[in-house]
């Protein structure tokens, strides 16, 4: 993996939950500087280092590492307060920021009204509704989009932030008390933001520059993907979508770094398949929720919500690695699949007579599409101590193998448990 590093995307090629995070944390020991580039904290990332747990939301994984350089850039919606508790909770547990920890200027910042506004939305929509974390994510993307965002920029300038607060909150408590929900107070909102800006005002810089002086001197980067490809607003399955691009073209736009100095995107994915909240999910099977979240798999880490479970899509993943170019594979939660006889991969969806060898674009279609399975023999042994390549059961290596070809990228890494140990480089 070593001299690969150069500049290497990282993305989740499924629904999320991947495991990201964990293969992040394995990826960061190799790279200068670590970059966040879409989403807020909606994500979370677990990572284990020995018995630590450390659960980031906004923060890159970098940050574990001594002398890493963590970015949070201009693509990412920033929640100040909810930033300021993850510095605050990493203190604590004896991981100091400060120096190496850099957020963009033009960062959008999540208000309060946005989360309201998440909240309201989403009752308003009842049956349809999309599922979201309710973090106020969306909202703020509209913003940004519709030209009226607040950014960090604005945040530390505290004269600024005040006169642009008083404008903004003036149009959503119309919308808030429209929709029947308790306007804000300016007093309370702004005092809680400013407090949360004088805090963070020493980590906020123009991170464009900052990434291009590290591109000078040579130092490798690692771009950090937030939730999956199928959540990606141009290419998930929409509306069941998050507000940003997820897949690989949302680490250029969402850090100033250009498409040519990109060197490498890595695409995470599970053994199995996994979705939280709504939206089409064409391999969702009860017999592997049932089994995952008897073994205590497959919560949350952020919202704590089960997920949905189902089995291997290579419909899906083929997809993600053709809209994101994926060079190479990381595949994590083999060990998921332990006790499983039979195990099954989705290799075409069927419409009645239709047959699908790609992802359908509409979502009812895709709603209704039934999948058509190949089956593998599962190895019925434990992998969790298992350490090298050629250690691991033959028909573990077969399904993998399998599953990376399905995919159409190539197999680089295998995880069979959360720690950094569990990691296996194929
Ligand atoms: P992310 O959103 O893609 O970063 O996913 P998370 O970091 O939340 O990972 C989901 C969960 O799976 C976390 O609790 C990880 O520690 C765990 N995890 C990651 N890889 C493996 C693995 O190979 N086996 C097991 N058992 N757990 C894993």
């Not at 850099?102 to 208000?111: D, G, K, N």
């Not at 704590?304 to 189902?310: I, T, V």
Request: net charge positive.
């Amino acid at each position: 993996m070593n001299s690969n590093m150069a500049n290497t995307i990282l993305v989740g090629a499924q629904w999320g939950d991947e495991g990201k995070g964990k293969i992040i944390d394995v990826l960061t020991e190799e790279a200068d500087v670590v970059v966040r580039t879409q989403g807020g904290n909606n994500a979370g990332h677990t990572v284990y280092d020995g018995p630590k747990k450390y659960v980031l939301h906004l923060i890159p994984s970098g940050i574990l590492r001594k002398g890493r350089k963590n970015v949070i850039a201009n693509g990412v919606v920033v929640d100040p307060i909810g930033l300021v508790n993850e510095i605050k909770g990493l203190q604590k547990l004896g991981v100091n920021p400060k120096g190496r920890l850099f957020v963009s200027e033009t960062a959008h910042v999540v208000l309060p009204y946005h989360r309201e506004l998440d909240a309201q939305r989403e009752v308003l929509k009842g049956q349809n509704k999309i599922g979201t974390t309710k973090r106020g994510i969306g909202p703020c993307y509209g913003d940004k989009a519709a030209r009226v965002g607040i950014r960090m920029v604005d945040l530390i300038n505290l004269k600024r932030f005040q006169e642009k607060l008083e404008l903004r909150l003036k149009e959503n408590n119309e919308v808030l008390r429209a929709l029947g929900a308790k306007p804000l107070s300016f007093k309370r909102v702004h005092a809680d933001y400013a407090k949360a800006a004088r805090f963070l005002k020493p980590y906020v810089t123009n991170t464009v520059v900052l990434l291009h002086e590290c591109m000078r001197r040579g130092e490798s980067m690692l771009f950090e993907g937030a939730q999956g490809t199928f959540l990606d607003i141009d290419h998930g399955t929409y509306p069941f979508v998050t507000s940003s691009n997820t897949s690989a073209g949302g680490a250029c736009t969402g850090s100033g770094v250009p498409p040519h100095r990109m060197d490498r995107v890595i695409g995470v994915m599970k053994a199995y398949t996994t979705r939280v909240g709504e939206g089409p999910m064409p391999t969702e099977n009860d017999e592997i929720s049932d089994l995952l979240h008897g073994m205590g798999r497959e919560f949350g880490a952020t919202t704590g919500r089960a997920r949905r479970c189902g089995w291997f899509d290579a419909v899906a993943t083929r997809h993600a690695a053709m809209v994101n170019g994926i060079d190479d594979l990381a595949i994590t939660n083999a060990d998921g699949l332990d006790t499983v006889e039979n195990i099954k991969v989705c290799i075409g969806y069927r419409d009645g007579k239709k047959r699908y060898d790609h992802m359908p674009s509409d979502h009812e279609v895709l709603n209704r599409v039934k999948p058509i399975y190949a089956e593998f023999e599962g190895w019925r042994k434990p992998l969790d101590n298992v350490r090298r390549w050629k250690d691991l059961p033959a028909k573990t290596r077969q399904y993998l193998r399998a599953i990376s070809d399905l995919t159409g990228a190539r197999l680089a890494i295998a995880s069979v448990g959360p720690a950094r140990c569990q990691t296996i480089f194929v």
